[in-house]
């Protein structure tokens, strides 16, 4: 079964600056999506970005960006100019192609934005 | 597209009573996911439909619980017999389905279960 690991609990950055979040996951395959959701305090969950495995490209979004190393099994998420709206619960999540398409989670980095 | 409503927000309760949760997914997503949620912890997955047919149940779906989707639209979460380790957020997903490829699970805000 797969595994996903986030070893960062916790992060603070100040605002405008640019933070990296790391995640690691356990898996045989060689087919599978990776992604970030966001969980603000008292807030449902949005999807940050996501990543395909078989993509050699990082995936970006505007200030958000993965460091998608598939031999490391790393997939890391960088927040540039980090706003105080970025302060929030982030989750690696991965799944496998195919119908189910559940998600495995880490157990999440809370991250504080300050001033 | 009013995204994915659940209720109720939060429930109390107490040992030994039953609860039931609704989903509502974005209109025309036909798959539905579960997840559970405890405090310090992501979300673990519980059960998955497609259409109406409840495709894949987690180990941690004890015959406590049972979930449905009729018609394919809303689906409900029972639990039996709660216990105080019931206590968790219960988070609904749903996601379109397109060709082969995995798509964007968008959640719900959640229903928090207090069992006393």
């Known amino acids: 079964a797969q595994t996903v690991t986030q070893s960062q609990p916790e992060m603070s950055v100040q605002e405008a600056e640019t933070v990296t979040l790391s995640c690691t996951y356990d898996t045989s395959e060689s087919n599978y999506y990776l992604f970030w959701y966001k969980q603000p305090p008292s807030r449902q969950m949005i999807l940050v970005i996501r990543q395909e495995a078989y993509k050699q490209q990082n995936a970006t979004e505007n200030r958000f960006s993965v460091n998608f190393q598939k031999a490391a099994k790393s997939f890391s998420l960088k927040i540039s100019d980090s706003q105080l709206g970025d302060t929030a619960m982030y989750f690696c999540?991965?799944?496998?192609?195919?119908?189910?398409?559940?998600?495995?989670f880490g157990t999440g980095t809370r991250l504080q934005v300050t001033l | 597209d009013t995204g994915v409503s659940q209720d109720p927000r939060h429930k109390i309760t107490k040992r030994g009573q039953n609860v039931t949760f609704r989903c509502d997914p974005i209109s025309e997503h036909n798959r539905l996911y579960w997840y559970r949620q405890t405090l310090g912890q992501g979300p673990e997955f519980l059960t998955y439909?497609?259409?109406?047919?409840?495709?894949?149940k987690s180990r941690l779906l004890s015959d406590r619980f049972s979930a449905e989707r009729p018609k394919g639209s809303f689906s409900t979460l029972e639990i039996q017999r709660t216990e105080q380790g019931d206590s968790a957020m219960y988070l609904c997903?749903?996601?379109?389905?397109?060709?082969?490829?995995?798509?964007?699970?968008?959640f719900g805000p959640g229903t928090r279960l207090t069992v006393l």
């Open positions: 999540a991965f799944s496998y192609t195919g119908t189910a398409s559940k998600l495995t």
């Open positions: 997903a749903s996601s379109p389905r397109t060709g082969g490829l995995t798509d964007t699970q968008y």
């Open positions: 439909f497609q259409n109406e047919a409840q495709l894949e």
